[in-house]
C-alpha cells in the first residue's frame, strides 16, 4: 500500500489533472473572460482633445490600468456628432478590449437630428456605467449689462431679433437649447453658430456675440476674470463651483441641460466582463481624489446602477427628439 504521503501526493496530482482537463473542456470564450484583460485596452473618444467627454477618458484611464492590470489607451474618433465613433465600436469584437466615453452627441441627439444613423443607440450597444455630467447654462457678455435671466429676457424683449446667441454650430446642443429658451421665454434672439467650442469661446470673449448657451464650470476662469457673466445654471441644483448662481428652474423656467457620460461597450460583451468593469468603475467613482479630478472640468457623479444607465441613456433620447424637433434641426 502506498504511504499516507505518496496517496496525498496521487491525490493532488489526481486534482490538478482534473482541474487542467475541466479547463481545457471550457469555451474559448469563458476562459477568455475569467482571465479578462490579458492585453491593452482601448477606449473611443468621440471628439477631439479637449472636451469634457476626453477628459473624463484620460482622468479615468489611469486609474482603470492600475485595478485592472493593463493599459487603458484613450483613442480619439472625432467627427459626424460622435457618429464616427458609435459607428467603430459597434462594429468592434465584444471581447472587452473596446470601449467608448459614450454621451449624448452620439446618443442622444444624433438619431433625432440626422437621416443616416446606421446604428440603434439603445439596442446596438451594452451601456454599462454612468460616469457623471456637465450641465449647461447662461454665459453672456459683460457688454450686455445683463446679471440674471430676467435681464437677458427683458432686453430680448426690449429688441426682437436683434440679441445673438453663439453656439459651437447648428445642430448642437447649445443650438438647441438656446432655441428651446427661446421658445420657453418667449423672445426672438439671433442664432450664430461658430465652429467648435474654442472659437464660440473667442466670439464671446471678442464681443461678436451677447450670449451663448454652454457649461458655465467649463468657463470658470473667464467668469472670475470678469470678462464672461453667468446669469443661470441649467442642472436639476446649484452647482458647486458656483453656489451663488441660481438655476434656471429658480428663474421661472424648467429646463435642464444635461450631456452626460458614460462607459459603453459594443453590442454583445459578454456580461462577466461588463460586471467586472462595472464594480470596479462603482468603486473608483466614491472614492474622493478621482470625483474631485473630474469636478475640474465641471464633471458631476450620481450614483446609477447599471440596468439604470441603459434606461438613462433610452430617457435622454426621448427627453432630446422633441426639442432637436422643435429647433428646426431634425432629420437632416
Known sequence: ???????????????????????????WAAR??????TRPVKILISFPPGGSSDFV???????????????????????AGGMIAAEALKKEAPDGYT???SNNAP???????????????????????????????????????????????AKARANPGK??????????????????????????????????AAPLRQGMLGGEVDAMFESVTGNLAFLKAGTMVALGSASPDRLEP???????????????????????????????????????????LQRKDVLEKLAVYGVFYKPMTGPGFQSYVAAQLDYWRPQIIAAGVAGQ
Open 107 to 153: 446618443f442622444s441627439i444624433a438619431p433625432t437630428q440626422f437621416k443616416n444613423v446606421n446604428y440603434d443607440a439603445v439596442k446596438d450597444f451594452t451601456h454599462i456605467t454612468y460616469l457623471g455630467s456637465t450641465y449647461g447654462g447662461c454665459v453672456a457678455s459683460p457688454k450686455l449689462g445683463a446679471r440674471n435671466l430676467a435681464d437677458l429676457i
Open 99 to 101: 470601449f467608448m466615453i
Open 57 to 79: 477618458g484620460r482622468t479615468l484611464a489611469p486609474f482603470l490600468a492600475e485595478q485592472l492590470g493593463q493599459p487603458f489607451v484613450v483613442d480619439n474618433k472625432p467627427g
Open 242 to 284: 458656483v453656489p451663488d448662481l441660481p438655476t434656471f428652474r429658480e428663474q421661472g423656467l424648467d429646463m435642464i441641460s444635461e450631456n452626460w457620460h458614460g462607459l459603453t461597450a459594443p453590442p454583445g460583451l459578454p456580461p462577466a466582463i461588463a460586471n467586472r468593469v462595472h464594480q470596479v468603475l462603482l468603486a473608483l
Open 1 to 27: 500500500m502506498p504511504t499516507s504521503a505518496t496517496a496525498r501526493t496521487v491525490d493532488r496530482r489526481r486534482a490538478l489533472q482534473s482541474l487542467a482537463a475541466l479547463s481545457l473542456g471550457l469555451p
Open 32 to 37: 477568455a473572460q475569467a482571465a479578462w484583460p
Open 163 to 196: 440679441l445673438t446667441f453663439g453656439s459651437s454650430g447648428t445642430g448642437s446642443i447649445g443650438h438647441i437649447f438656446g432655441e428651446t429658451f427661446k421658445r420657453m421665454a418667449k423672445v426672438d434672439m439671433l442664432h450664430v453658430p461658430y465652429k467648435g
